[in-house]
């Protein structure tokens, strides 16, 4: 009797009616279950460990040494690490945001650095809000050159916007950065946008803002040369007025208040808006003038703003004759930040677009002095609030 108690428990996995032979149950039912489930355990266990281990690979000679790398097709190897630079409008089907760190080392040192060097989508810190048409583009770009920013492509107009898509969506405008370095976004419009300094200020209050500006007056003639250009783009052939008859009200002769490009243009109005939520130490205002003509300066100035060490330095740009603007000079195996990692800019695109930075048609002398005269009050009280004054005429 208990020589064959003995056998069935040990050689039957299958649980046996127990009424049988009278056995006690729990002996063989709990014992059998026990065996099965430790294999699967098992059995999760290595599958779990070898997609770890294929994820490791992938990353670390993916995107971690891709970020150090030439432009090169190791980067995009791995579908996991190449991220979608230009995945702005969706993000649908675009990689999980985390990806997993690589124990390489038990060092933990190097494990720490490691997990610095993981790729995810982050939040901005920094936020270029304004103003349209001064020299957002540069301001970006400039900044983007930094081994420790990664910037957004395109505006992602959150707040203003597509604010009802949520901070997921947001997240998932930004592109991929490691933990070392900081995410900003530019979108011109937040500057004038009425419910947007309260949002941001709802999103992350201690956020930095930045803003370019430039002489009011020319601001307001690029953004009329834009508004042309979108006129003519959306398959309008008349031609347009020029631009003296949109700024001057025919009747009176006096400033147009109500054109938008004028309206964009009283700096003053659209910061005090700001003010109300947020800190004048957290605002930098950048000179949209001297980023044309020693853009270095005002790189070192956003620099030390954002908290980082200094390398944007004279040495990165190169003065271009023919466009009078300075250009980034950009080995394709060039350690920065953002654009020029993973998505290398080719050679015709590391000047800004042909749009930028041009030269301006001529203004009526007369319209430019009643321009000159219309802004100086706006202008001044701007300098109050900002404690810096421009020269501005
Ligand atoms: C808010 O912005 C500050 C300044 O850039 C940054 O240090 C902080 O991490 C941000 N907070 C969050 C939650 O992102
Ligand atoms: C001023 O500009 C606004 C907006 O462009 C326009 O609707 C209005 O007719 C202009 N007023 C005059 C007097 O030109
Ligand atoms: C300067 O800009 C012009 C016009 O965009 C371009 O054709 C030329 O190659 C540029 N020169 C240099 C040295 O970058
Ligand atoms: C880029 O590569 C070239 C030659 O391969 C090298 O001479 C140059 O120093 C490199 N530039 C940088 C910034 O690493």
Redesign the pocket.
């Known amino acids: 009797m208990v020589q064959k108690k003995h056998t069935m428990v040990r050689y039957s996995p299958v649980p046996s009616d127990p009424s049988q032979d009278g056995v006690p149950v729990p002996a063989r039912t709990s014992r059998c279950p026990k065996l099965t489930r430790y294999k699967v355990m098992t059995c999760v266990s290595v599958l779990v460990l070898s997609g770890v281990l294929l994820l490791v690979a992938c990353l670390h000679t993916g995107a971690l040494y891709g970020l150090r790398a030439s432009s090169g097709p190791a980067s995009r190897t791995c579908a996991l690490t190449a991220p979608d630079q230009t995945g702005h409008t969706t993000g649908k089907g675009s990689p999980a945001p985390s990806a997993v760190p690589l124990p390489k080392s038990s060092d933990k040192s190097s494990l720490a650095a490691a997990r610095r060097r993981v790729m995810q989508r982050r939040l901005p810190v920094a936020i270029v809000i304004g103003a349209r048409k001064a020299g957002t583009r540069a301001l970006l770009r400039f900044i983007g050159l930094h081994p420790d920013v990664v910037t957004s492509k395109r505006e992602p107009h959150y707040f203003d916007r597509y604010y009802e898509e949520g901070v997921d969506w947001y997240r998932r405008q930004m592109p991929f950065s490691t933990e070392s370095q900081v995410t900003i976004e530019k979108t011109p419009n937040y500057f004038v946008d009425k419910d947007t300094p309260e949002r941001v200020h709802l999103f992350n209050s201690s956020i930095k803002l930045m803003i370019i500006v430039r002489n009011p007056v020319e601001r307001t003639m690029s953004d009329y040369l834009q508004l042309k250009e979108k006129y003519f783009k959306s398959g309008n052939t008349e031609p347009m007025a020029p631009f003296e008859d949109y700024v001057v009200d025919a009747e009176t002769g006096e400033i147009n208040k109500s054109y938008a490009p004028i309206k964009r243009s009283l700096y003053v109005r659209h910061l005090d808006r700001w003010l109300v939520h947020f800190q004048m130490s957290q605002i930098l205002v950048v000179d949209g003038e001297n980023i044309k003509v020693r853009p270095w300066e005002e790189m070192s100035r956003v620099e030390s703003f954002l908290g980082l060490s200094h390398k944007v330095g004279e040495d990165l740009f190169?003065y271009?004759e023919?466009?009078g603007f300075y250009?980034v000079k950009v080995e394709a195996n060039m350690t920065t930040g953002s654009d020029f990692v993973l998505d290398p800019l080719p050679l015709s695109e590391r000047?800004l677009a042909k749009s930028k930075g041009r030269e301006h048609p001529y203004i009526d002398p007369e319209v430019r002095a009643k321009l000159v005269q219309f802004f100086a009050p706006f202008n001044h009280r701007f300098f109050q609030r900002i404690g810096v004054y421009f020269d501005w005429k």
Do not use: G, R, S
Request: net charge positive; charged share 15%.
């Open positions: 190169v271009n023919t466009k250009c000047c």
